[in-house]
């Protein structure tokens, strides 16, 4: 047996290693963005990207969402491969018009003439106690826009091979990142990282019979907490994390459903008009005759994101999980 | 003491390394817009750059004319007509090398064209038959963008990539008076002239925004003044003369490719038709005012200056003229032949991968074609026995 010193890393540095990885195998990849080169980001996820590559590759742009954009979009006209910081969700909103109109349409637009491998990445998500503008979940946005991807790692693992992939990607990506897992911690062989598993499957993070959770990006360990809980109740959860919404992997979800016999989704951004509504659309159409009881969704509330002092009441917890869990018990309650 | 009797004290002193970048002098631009033919410097004018520009001017209102002329056959769901501003889309196309891109709105399909483009694949878009009827690449010319001013940070960024790779390529773009309003006409100036990128920007400054006038649109004293707060240089040339346009725009894209940075340049121009087949133009502007532009006709100004030094007669003005009739007889038949579509290209250029929910859908349209075919379209299945289909 071979011993491998393992490190500890967060998830922030697994996306910093990425970005170096990507760099370093292809001159074309270029990092973009607000106070990504100095500072290194504000979450430091570019660190040392400017003093390895260069101003030229890691470059502080002029704050301006929809000209970072805009100008991503011109590089990648010209064959680079530009990954860009919205510094926050909140403040990706000035480049919507950018990302709708021409990166999410280029591709169409010319036929397949001029694909646009630009990555966008965007901290996203609540629960770091962030004030207004600094915690929006802007997945449903994103997912209604055909030809964009829309990914979210919930692991260290998943935030390296990810966002490998999304760079490799000749379409653009949208990769958002759970701010509040940006400190999580796994460990890996540093001269080693993670295999790289492509975009679009949906993987099981824990097996259960009882009952599927179908869930991505932050709520994936809240979802391991609430199952383990579970099993004092007699519960034994199945845990799905997406980890794509845009492809979306029908058959890893259908056939977890299938086995289980129940479902419910959980994401923090709102239930109504959310990516809830969707998937549990997606699993009743393939999974009718073998659901116990209705798909059911754990959701954050249609709301604005709320001051941090009242997050905590807003964010679907553990204890919001195992009720709905206990709601699944159909028969008993119909 | 009071804060007021303070003041001093309080007034911040810039950081260290702040330093006024240029004097603004150099960067505004001049009080009125540049002219050559109509005076004494036009009698400089190269001949064979006069008799270039005079042919593409006469094929350009012959295009605009045959393709107002198909939307009222049908043949294109709209053309915003370029009549009267020939002299910039000629100029914009005739001043940029083969390996220059050029950013077209969507008015510019004439710029399009003079550079080169397959007339009918330059009408795609607007036939609808699909957005982008060429490769971009091929003719580096950006897609026809209808959401106004978002193409100027693409040549912003295309621009800076070619920089960035030691490629000698200049961007123009071009954007109407309207448009200039947009925050990505400011994003986009502001990241170019940050980022000294070659690229130039040309304003046809046409009146309208629709039925908005300029006065409406901007408080500036000119459209080339909004140049100088961001540190590039701000130029007006008359846009109805198209050697002024090529002169301007030439010394623009000189100066960027020599590493000097952009350059906005305001063209006052224009609209002789209305804003598109769909607009009603005499609710806001009077006859007297478009006759008034008709007299400084942009092929008429060209066509004078050939004719008054003897550099044109009249079998080379015909020929000019037959050669015009040629490319509109040419485009209006082939515009009148119906495309052949295929129906599964919806799906073909959405991803370089399909979703496995698009091939769901790809499965479906082509059931639906097969059941077209074979005349069973609408017999599906009735009873719950087909809902597992
Ligand atoms: C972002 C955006 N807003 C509104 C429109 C609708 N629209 C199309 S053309 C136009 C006027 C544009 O005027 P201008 O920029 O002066 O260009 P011109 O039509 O005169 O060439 C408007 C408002 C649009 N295409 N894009």
């Known amino acids: ?334 | 003491m009071t804060v007021m009797e303070q003041r001093g004290a309080y007034r911040p002193t810039p950081p260290p390394a702040w330093q006024p970048r240029t004097d603004p002098a150099p960067l505004l631009p001049d009080a009125l817009p540049h002219r050559v033919l109509g005076t004494d410097a036009a009698a400089e004018a190269d001949p064979d750059l006069l008799r270039r520009l005079h042919k593409e001017l006469v094929r350009g209102r012959r295009y605009n004319v045959q393709a107002t002329a198909l939307t009222k056959q049908g043949r294109l769901a709209v053309y915003p007509s370029s009549t009267g501003q020939e002299a910039c889309e000629v100029a914009a196309a005739l001043v940029l090398e083969e390996r220059d891109w050029l950013f077209p709105s969507y008015r510019d399909t004439l710029a399009a064209v003079a550079r080169g483009l397959d007339p009918v694949q330059a009408l795609t878009l607007l036939r609808g038959d699909w957005h982008t009827g060429y490769d971009p690449r091929e003719h580096r010319v950006a897609p026809l963008s209808t959401p106004l001013a978002t193409q100027l940070p693409h040549a912003v960024g295309l621009a800076h990539a070619a920089r960035l790779k030691g490629d000698d390529v200049v961007a123009l773009a071009l954007v109407g008076d309207g448009g200039t309003s947009e925050g990505d006409f400011h994003e986009a100036l502001n990241f170019a002239a940050v980022w000294q990128a070659p690229v130039v920007f040309l304003v046809q400054n046409n009146g309208f925004a629709i039925s908005v006038p300029l006065a409406k649109q901007t408080a500036a004293p000119s459209l080339a003044h909004k140049a100088v707060g961001y540190g590039m240089p701000g130029r007006l040339v008359d846009g109805n003369d198209a050697v002024a346009v090529h002169q301007v725009l030439s010394e623009a894209i000189a100066h960027a490719r020599a590493g000097g940075g952009p350059t906005l340049v305001e063209a006052v121009t224009y609209r002789i038709d209305a804003h598109t087949n769909a607009d009603d133009a005499t609710r806001y502007r009077v006859d007297a005012e478009v006759e008034a532009w008709r007299a400084h006709d942009p092929v008429a100004l060209v066509e004078r200056e050939l004719t008054e030094r003897g550099l044109l007669d009249e079998a080379a003005l015909q020929a000019v003229r037959d050669d015009a009739e040629a490319m509109a007889a040419d485009l209006r038949e082939r515009m009148n032949q119906d495309p052949v579509l295929d129906p599964m290209d919806l799906f073909a250029h959405v991803y370089a991968h399909p979703t496995p929910q698009l091939l769901e859908q790809e499965s479906l349209l082509r059931a639906e074609l097969d059941a077209e075919a074979d005349g069973t379209l609408g017999a599906g299945p009735h009873g719950p026995e087909g809902a597992g289909r």
């Open chain 1, 1 to 334: 047996m071979t011993t491998v010193a393992l490190k500890p890393a967060t998830m922030a540095q697994a996306l910093g290693r990425a970005l170096r990885d990507a760099m370093a195998a292809d001159p074309s990849v270029h990092v973009m963005g607000e106070d990504v080169g100095t500072l290194g980001g504000v979450f430091r996820v570019t660190d040392g990207l400017a003093k390895e590559f260069g101003d030229d590759r890691c470059t502080d742009t002029p704050l301006a969402e929809a000209g970072i954009l805009g100008a991503a979009v011109g590089m990648a006209m010209y064959g680079l491969r530009p990954v860009v910081e919205m510094q926050f969700d909140a403040f990706a909103y000035p480049a919507f018009e950018q990302l709708i109109s021409h990166v999410a349409k280029m591709r169409n637009r010319t036929r397949g003439a001029m694909p646009l491998p630009i990555t966008i990445r965007v901290p996203y998500g609540g629960g770091i106690g962030g004030v207004e503008h600094h915690s929006d979940s802007s997945e449903a946005y994103y997912m209604a826009t055909p030809g964009l991807h829309v990914v979210m790692p919930a692991t260290v693992s998943d935030a390296y091979g990810l966002l490998r992939e999304a760079i490799a990607s000749d379409d653009p990506v949208v990769f958002l990142e759970p701010k509040r897992l940006y400190w999580s911690k796994d460990s890996w062989n540093p001269d080693e990282p993670p295999a790289v598993e492509p975009i679009g499957r949906a993987v099981v993070r824990r097996p259960g019979r009882s009952a599927t959770l179908i869930t991505y990006g932050p709520s994936v360990p809240v979802c391991l907490e609430a199952a383990e809980a579970a099993r004092a109740e007699g519960w034994d959860l199945e845990v799905v994390d997406l980890r794509s919404l845009v492809p979306f992997d029908d058959e890893t979800v259908a056939a977890s459903v299938r086995r289980t016999g129940r479902a419910v989704v959980v994401h923090e951004s709102g239930g109504f008009g959310g990516p809830g509504g969707e998937i549990a659309a997606r699993v009743t159409e393939r999974c009718f005759h073998h659901l116990e009881a209705p798909v059911l969704r754990v959701a954050g509330f249609d709301i604005p994101y709320p001051p941090p002092m009242l997050e905590r009441h807003h964010l679907p917890g553990v204890d919001r999980i195992l009720d709905a869990v206990g709601r699944l018990q159909w028969e008993a309650q119909s």
